[in-house]
């Protein structure tokens, strides 16, 4: 397996490997219970379906019931006096200090990160993946005051990491503006499906995403702490998909 030879080699470089994790993958449940891995439930990914009459994101508005369009302009009028552009290699290098800080910003309150990034991450993409990895920032009187990201593949986009000013949020709607940006990226971009990610699930189903559910395969690769993981499997759901206290909100008028 993949998986398997890349911790090897990893080891060999003496980065020690604990555990596999496998996050939406391909095959079926059998599988990967056959290859040893244990299924995590997690949280629902909040997928928005792209329709082919969305030709912009006005299509994407008059899809909507008065309700919701009505909530997509006032969000959209309190971003009046805030710029926001993409930026290239050089800018998001420049900018790196204040993008990581914004993203920890944002996480600081996470019941439960996975992953860590490192200040020179985002640039690192941007470098790897010139054309797949856009970023926006968002600047108040020339200062960056927060920032989206996403990962286009075929027919689909990943909404990736963001970071803000919580105070700047608060004034600004900013996560919900972002939310609509990325929206709008996905429609220009021609995909089919935008992935939001598994958290703030009501505000993000506010924009039409659906939950969509798939687990989080994991293999301890010490057998005695897999072994342990295998009896753990209740609590460990518990605490990475506790019982959700949301509403699915439907933007989208019925035909």
Same mark, same amino acid.
């Given at each position: 397996?993949?998986?398997?030879?890349? &911790?090897?080699?990893?080891? !060999? *470089?003496?980065?020690?490997?604990?555990?596999?994790?496998?996050?939406?993958?391909?095959?079926?449940?059998?599988?990967?219970?056959?290859?040893?891995?244990?299924?995590?439930?997690?949280?629902?990914?909040?997928?928005?379906?792209? !329709?082919? =009459?969305?030709?912009?994101?006005?299509?994407?508005?008059? /899809?909507?019931?008065?309700?919701?369009?009505?909530?997509?302009?006032?969000?959209? *009028?309190?971003?009046?006096?805030?710029?926001?552009?993409?930026?290239?290699?050089?800018?998001?290098?420049?900018?790196?200090? %204040?993008?990581?800080?914004?993203?920890?910003?944002?996480?600081?309150?996470?019941?439960?990160?996975?992953?860590?990034?490192?200040?020179?991450?985002?640039?690192?993409? *941007?470098?790897?993946?010139?054309?797949?990895?856009?970023?926006?920032?968002?600047?108040?009187?020339?200062?960056?005051?927060?920032?989206?990201?996403?990962?286009?593949?075929? %027919?689909?986009?990943?909404?990736?990491?963001?970071?803000?000013?919580?105070?700047?949020?608060?004034?600004?709607?900013?996560?919900?503006?972002?939310?609509?940006?990325?929206?709008? /990226?996905?429609? !220009?971009?021609?995909? =089919?499906?935008?992935?939001? /990610?598994?958290? &703030?699930?009501?505000? *993000?189903?506010?924009?039409?995403?659906?939950?969509?559910?798939?687990?989080?395969?994991?293999?301890?690769?010490?057998?005695?702490?897999?072994?342990?993981?295998?009896?753990?499997?209740?609590?460990?759901?518990?605490?990475?998909?506790?019982?959700?206290?949301?509403?699915?909100?439907?933007?989208?008028?019925?035909?």
């Amino acid at each position: 397996m993949a998986l398997e030879a890349l &911790a090897a080699h990893l080891g !060999q *470089k003496g980065i020690r490997i604990e555990a596999l994790l496998a996050k939406e993958p391909s095959g079926t449940d059998s599988d990967w219970k056959a290859a040893g891995f244990l299924p995590l439930p997690m949280q629902p990914n909040m997928t928005l379906h792209v !329709q082919p =009459e969305w030709k912009n994101f006005d299509g994407y508005i008059q /899809a909507m019931s008065s309700k919701y369009r009505v909530r997509v302009r006032r969000a959209r *009028k309190k971003l009046d006096g805030i710029e926001r552009r993409e930026l290239n290699h050089s800018e998001i290098v420049a900018l790196s200090p %204040q993008l990581l800080a914004y993203y920890e910003e944002v996480i600081s309150d996470a019941d439960f990160n996975a992953v860590h990034v490192h200040q020179g991450y985002f640039a690192g993409l *941007k470098a790897a993946f010139p054309n797949t990895f856009r970023l926006w920032g968002y600047f108040r009187e020339g200062k960056l005051i927060g920032f989206c990201t996403a990962l286009l593949q075929n %027919q689909e986009m990943d909404a990736h990491f963001i970071g803000f000013s919580r105070a700047m949020n608060a004034h600004y709607q900013l996560y919900l503006n972002m939310l609509y940006d990325l929206v709008d /990226a996905g429609i !220009q971009s021609g995909v =089919e499906r935008i992935v939001f /990610a598994r958290t &703030a699930l009501e505000i *993000k189903s506010s924009v039409g995403a659906e939950p969509e559910w798939a687990p989080v395969w994991m293999r301890l690769r010490r057998p005695a702490l897999h072994l342990a993981a295998t009896q753990l499997t209740t609590p460990l759901t518990a605490w990475l998909a506790p019982e959700a206290n949301w509403v699915q909100r439907h933007p989208f008028r019925e035909e």
